[in-house]
């Protein structure tokens, strides 16, 4: 892209999406950022940047001292996130962050103040913004085709228990809410502009003791509209990715491929029977399916004009270090989503609803 400035990018914690962002990037030609070099604390994975070309820095220091390089990603191990953030920022470079941005929301605060201080850009990657079946169903409520929404039920689930290493040791910011629900909590707060008002939760530690490896979570916004979010790794039957209940209609989403069905009323009157209706669920009036003439059915399926990678999320980075526009994904938002999940564990541990105003 002739005029656009080449970022040079250094990677700290070069793992497992730290390679799948860089290979994305490769494969989708992106040329605003060109990776220089990384480091990591593992031998191998320095290793695995030399064998791709890049330099493998012998520390964070030596890294964060070359010149050249403007821009960082932070993609370690989630306790680490916060004190290298600081790091990058008070070395002068921007930084981007992996998600959960840090473990705890005061840790947030501490490094939101190192950026305002030193001037540095601060975001992170809350990459699932842009993903296909959240957009359709969000396209879907906002355009009102099943009216005012009530209930929105998003889940994410696999039947392949915990995957083994970090992720299931709690001081290295392990369970599945830092996992799945710092994006599945980012895309309420991101789709709904009310305050949360409450949050209760329920976690589940199947495999190991010391994280939760399934949670239920319900979030009461201000309006009163209700958002569920359940994460588990003991599914080996799935619920829909999303459920929607509305005033007028029901959405469904079946899947990441977006597959999925809105059914919606034709007309607002209830027709009801005057007698008791004999169904399988036996003699109801309340549970007698609906006359079908009352109702339509509208297919979804995954929009086709979503760009959904890190490169969306890199150019609203790199915007906004170039001053182009403001931070799309703010480090202001990812506070708001560390404060639901700390209300959650509070609500999980003293088994109680917890009363908020995030
Ligand atoms: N945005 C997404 O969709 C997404 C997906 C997966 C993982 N992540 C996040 O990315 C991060 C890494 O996850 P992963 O799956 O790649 O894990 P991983 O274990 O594959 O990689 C982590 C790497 O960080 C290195 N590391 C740890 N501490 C370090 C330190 N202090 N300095 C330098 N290197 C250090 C480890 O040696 C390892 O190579 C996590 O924060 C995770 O939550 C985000």
């Given amino acids: 892209m002739v005029g656009v400035k080449t970022h040079k990018l250094g990677i700290i914690g070069f793992g497992g999406i730290a390679r799948w962002h860089i290979d994305t990037m490769k494969d989708a030609g992106y040329d605003r950022v060109e990776l220089k ?92 913004r842009t993903n296909r079946d959240f957009i359709v169903m969000k396209r879907s409520v906002e355009a009102g085709l099943i009216g005012k929404p009530l209930v929105i039920e998003s889940r994410v689930e696999g039947s392949r228990g915990m995957p083994k290493g970090w992720r299931t040791i709690k001081r290295l910011g392990g369970g599945m809410m ?40 319900m979030m009461t916004f201000e309006s009163g509209l209700i958002g569920i979010i359940e994460v588990g790794t003991n599914h ?77 999320v890199f150019d609203q980075f790199l915007d906004a270090v170039e001053g182009k526009a403001p931070l799309t994904i703010k480090p202001e938002e990812a506070l708001r989503t560390m404060k639901v999940m700390e209300a959650a564990f509070v609500s999980a541990e003293e088994k109680r609803s917890v009363n908020v105003e995030i």
Avoid at 184 to 189: E, R, Y
Avoid at 286 to 309: F, G, W, Y
């Fill in 236 to 312: 080996f039957i799935t619920h829909p990715r999303w459920y929607v209940m509305g005033e007028q209609g029901t959405l469904q989403v079946d899947n990441w491929n977006c597959d999925g069905r809105i059914v919606r009323a034709t007309t607002t009157e209830n027709e009801w029977d005057e007698e008791i209706i004999y169904t399988m669920a036996g003699p109801t009036k309340t549970m007698a399916p609906r006359n079908k003439k009352s109702t339509e059915t509208i297919a979804l399926s995954a929009p086709t004009d979503v760009v959904d990678d890190i490169t969306v």
């Fill in 37 to 128: 070099g990384v480091f990591d604390l593992a031998e191998s994975a320095l290793q695995a940047a030399r064998d791709r070309g890049f330099i493998a820095y012998p520390s964070q220091e030596a890294l964060l001292a070359d010149p050249e390089i403007d821009v960082v990603m932070v993609a370690t191990t989630n306790e680490a996130h916060k004190s290298i953030c600081m790091d990058v920022m008070r070395a002068g470079k921007h930084v981007i962050s992996e998600k959960p941005v840090t473990v705890t929301s005061a840790e947030l605060e501490e490094a939101m103040a190192v950026s305002k201080e030193t001037g540095m850009v601060y975001t992170v990657d809350q990459n699932r």
């Fill in 178 to 217: 830092l996992d799945w629900g710092v994006h599945l909590i980012d895309q309420f707060l991101y789709m709904i502009p009310e305050k949360v008002t409450q949050v209760y939760c329920k976690m589940l530690s199947v495999q190991y003791p010391e994280v939760e490896d399934n949670f239920h979570l």
